[in-house]
């Protein structure tokens, strides 16, 4: 769905470095999250906001952090990366009310590799 | 909170036969199940969902059943090509919370032609 897109794609960092993946949308969606996905483990939620001013934990927040800097833009930060941060990472958007209300629609996912 | 186990993790079928993925759920209180399939290097789309006010719902070759007293629910597929073959995660909220869903852990199946 060309309408949610992350960037970057695929990132390499070392142990340490504080990263950041941003996530867009031009859904007009107020509803934004982060997973992430690691083999066998399925897809674990990291944060979630529901609007500009809301920011809420997933499962497994620690270690992370976000910023809701507009409707449009939700970004996830790692600020010292650590290699069991290496997975596939996911943003995903969802509409507040109508018939579509609990679906969600993924980006395309960056690839995050810690050295 | 919400814990939901997906079996199996692997599930390959010949061209044709049917597949089944069943996930089980803790919370009585869920009342929305939906399926969610990821091809190959994509992303996760949904493809199909039950409430729990209907025991079963259909849409083409799948079909989702949905049993609430043994807190269980299925996805069925009829008839599988191998377009089908794909990661598949069932997911159900958290309390009453549809906006906030706790995935399984994910399905591979193959289908072989």
Not at chain 1, 53 to 70: C, F, L, T
Not at chain 1, 87 to 115: D, K, M
Not at chain 2, 41 to 52: A, E, T, V, W, Y
Request: charged share 20%; net charge neutral.
């Amino acid at each position: 769905d060309a309408d949610v897109t992350q960037t970057p794609r695929n990132r390499i960092t070392k142990t340490g470095k504080r990263i950041m993946l941003e996530c867009s949308q031009t859904k007009g969606h107020d509803r934004m999250y982060w997973y992430r996905q690691d083999p066998g483990l399925g897809l674990r939620l990291i944060y979630y906001s529901f609007d500009v001013k809301d920011i809420n934990k997933g499962e497994i927040s620690d270690g992370y952090s976000v910023s809701r800097q507009a409707q449009a833009k939700f970004s996830l930060s790692l600020e010292s990366a650590i290699p069991n941060q290496t997975a596939l990472y996911f943003c995903a958007t969802s509409p507040t009310g109508g018939v579509n209300q609990e679906t969600q629609y993924f980006g395309p996912g960056t690839r995050l590799l810690v050295l | 909170g919400e814990n939901v186990e997906q079996h199996p993790s692997t599930l390959s079928v010949q061209e044709g036969d049917s597949a089944v993925i069943k996930c089980t759920y803790s919370d009585s209180a869920s009342n929305y199940f939906p399926w969610y399939k990821q091809e190959l290097g994509k992303r996760p789309q949904l493809i199909i969902d039950i409430r729990s006010n209907v025991g079963e719902k259909k849409d083409q070759r799948i079909a989702v059943t949905l049993n609430k007293t043994a807190k269980h629910f299925s996805l069925h597929i009829t008839e599988t090509q191998p377009e089908d073959s794909a990661v598949y995660f069932c997911a159900a909220p958290e309390f009453y919370n549809t906006d906030k869903l706790i995935f399984g852990t994910g399905t591979r199946l193959q289908v072989f032609p």
